[in-house]
Every structure is written in structure tokens, then in C-alpha cells.
């Protein structure tokens, strides 16, 4: 018996448990996240050791781009499960958009510049976005989650307006 009895006035309240295709798509997009950033740490590590300063520099605007395009995606996966499925659709949406905005404003902007070399940028981000959404990919594959479908309420009676006989 608990120390404070609960009177039937005062209901408890229960925090929805997550599915588990929430705790893959999350346990997936971070380990992806820790996989792109040590790929990118061998890529800033090889470029270091260059004669070309600017091969640092550019492994570097690399691993940052990196991050543009999966912290968002990390991001989405702790929040939208708060989200409708419309919300969701243009949070990612969105968030894609301007992942891409922010890279190709980048590498436009560093494109002339000699102090950094564009061809390790392209590099870092190739191994760093790439692996990671490749990683992601094979994990949330494996994790084979099925879709959790509520089947409609046995009280009512109506038919579904949306479905046409």
C-alpha cells in the first residue's frame, strides 16, 4: 500500500510512453550523428597533416556543414513525436530546405577564397553527411518496426466520411 492513498477524484497522470519506432528513429539519427563526426575527425586529421594550409580549413567548413545537415535531423526525431503528421511533414520539409540554403550559400561564398580549399570540403562532407545518413539508414532498416494502426472505436457506429463505399 503507498503512503498517499489516490482518491478516485484525483486521477494520475500517465506520460505516454514512446513507441518504439520513436526510441530506433532517435537511437539511429545519434548514432549516425557520432559515426559522421569521427569520419570527419580522421578527414581534419589526415588534412592536417598537408602541406596546404588551406586543406584544414577546408576539412573543417566540412565537418561544420556536416553537422548543418544532421544535427536538424536529430533534432526532428526528439521533437516530432510531439507534431501532427502535417506539422512533421513541413518541420522536415523545412528543415531540409534550408540545410541546403545554408550549403550552397557556403560554397558560394568560400568558392575564390585560396585560404580554403573546396576540395576537402567536399570530402568532409561526403564522408561525414554521407556516412551518416547511410549509417541511419541500416540501422532504422534493421530495426523493422511495425506500424502501430489504432483500430477505430467499437462505441461508434458511423461510417467513416472519408471512405467511399
Known amino acids: 500500500m503507498s503512503p498517499e492513498p489516490q482518491s478516485p477524484a484525483t486521477p494520475r497522470t500517465r506520460r505516454p510512453r514512446r513507441a518504439a ?9 545519434l548514432v549516425a550523428l557520432v559515426v559522421g563526426l569521427l569520419l570527419d575527425a580522421v578527414v581534419i586529421a589526415v ?3 598537408r602541406e596546404d594550409p588551406s586543406a584544414l580549413l577546408g576539412a573543417l567548413v566540412g565537418t561544420a556543414l556536416t553537422l548543418v ?13 510531439r507534431l501532427t503528421p502535417v506539422a ?3 518541420t522536415v520539409l523545412g528543415s ?10 557556403v560554397l558560394v561564398a568560400v568558392q575564390d577564397l585560396a585560404s580554403v580549399s573546396t576540395r576537402w570540403i567536399g570530402l568532409a562532407l561526403l564522408v561525414g553527411a554521407v556516412s551518416a ?11 523493422r518496426h511495425p506500424l502501430e494502426v489504432q483500430a477505430p472505436d467499437a462505441a461508434t457506429d458511423e461510417p467513416d466520411p472519408q471512405v467511399r463505399p
Open 47 to 49: 588534412s592536417a597533416t
Open 69 to 81: 545537415m544532421v544535427l536538424p535531423t536529430v533534432a526532428i526525431t526528439f521533437v516530432g513525436k
Open 21 to 29: 519506432g520513436d526510441r530506433a528513429m532517435q537511437r539511429a539519427t
Open 133 to 143: 545518413v547511410v549509417v541511419e539508414a541500416v540501422l532504422l532498416a534493421r530495426a
Open 96 to 105: 531540409w530546405a534550408v540545410k541546403m540554403l545554408v550549403v550552397i550559400l
Open 88 to 90: 512533421m511533414a513541413a
